[in-house]
């Protein structure tokens, strides 16, 4: 069976302080994905990644960076958590044609204060 | 720039009644995906639709591609609470060598008792 699963579904986090996300998928799969998803503006793709060592920006990498030292782990990192970074973080996977659906992890709400 | 539009955004039904989603989208992929999401859970995937004219089905859900209008729906046949969810439509594509995956905005579905 398909697993992604994520380090934390709930963190509270300080201004300022640095956040680290991780996320593990066991699919053996090259793709992986981060997501962020806020009301009324659905999912939204922050960096993505199609190899070990290999990232892409996605629409708003703003304010975010990403790790990819293993094929299954991927890790998003906040430099200096804002508030206006308070949301559900979602990890991805997928095979690496473009043709795949992704799977999902179960997501981690974030909140900053 | 690839964009992915759903209506409505929100929608109550009776049980027992038809209902359809909409999805249009903005590029010529011939990929359409389509997702749920409980409340509080992360997305699973519903469909994959490959091919202009692709119409998959399970139990009360049908989802289709018309890839020339760029449209795709969800028709719901004799709505049951169990269906209350998000369902998120997505497309993937290449532009301008970047790969994309863009998803929709989101329906909410109630279906009342």
């Known amino acids: 069976d398909v697993k992604v699963t994520q380090s934390s579904r709930y963190l509270v986090k300080r201004t300022g302080e640095k956040v680290f996300l991780e996320c593990v998928q066991d699919?053996?799969?090259?793709?992986m994905f981060w997501y962020r998803q806020d009301p009324g503006l659905g999912l939204r793709l922050i960096y993505f990644?199609?190899?070990?060592?290999?990232?892409e920006k996605g629409d708003i990498p703003e304010g975010y960076s990403v790790s990819r030292e293993k094929k299954e782990r991927f890790s998003l990192i906040l430099e200096s958590a804002s508030t206006n970074q308070t949301s559900m973080y979602l990890c991805?996977?997928?095979?690496?044609?473009?043709?795949?659906?992704?799977?999902f992890g179960p997501g981690t709400r974030l909140l900053v204060l | 720039e690839l964009k992915v539009e759903q209506n409505p955004l929100f929608l109550s039904m009776q049980e027992g009644k038809n209902y359809t989603i909409y999805c249009n989208y903005s590029?010529?992929?011939?990929?359409l995906y389509w997702y749920r999401q409980d409340p509080g859970k992360s997305l699973e995937s519903l469909f994959v639709?490959?091919?202009?004219?692709a119409v998959k089905q399970e139990g009360r859900l049908m989802a289709s591609l018309d890839t020339k209008a760029r449209l795709s729906t969800l028709h719901i046949t004799a709505a049951v609470h169990d269906l209350s969810a998000t369902y998120f439509c997505?497309?993937?594509?290449?532009?301008?060598?970047?790969?994309?995956?863009?998803f929709g905005t989101g329906t909410r579905l109630k279906v009342l008792a």
């Open positions: 991805a996977s997928s095979p690496p044609l473009q043709w795949k659906t992704q799977y």
């Open positions: 699919m053996d799969h090259e793709n």
């Open positions: 990644s199609y190899d070990v060592k290999m990232k």
């Open positions: 590029t010529t992929s011939d990929r």
């Open positions: 639709l490959l091919s202009n004219g």
């Open positions: 997505a497309v993937d594509s290449l532009e301008s060598g970047t790969y994309k995956y863009i």
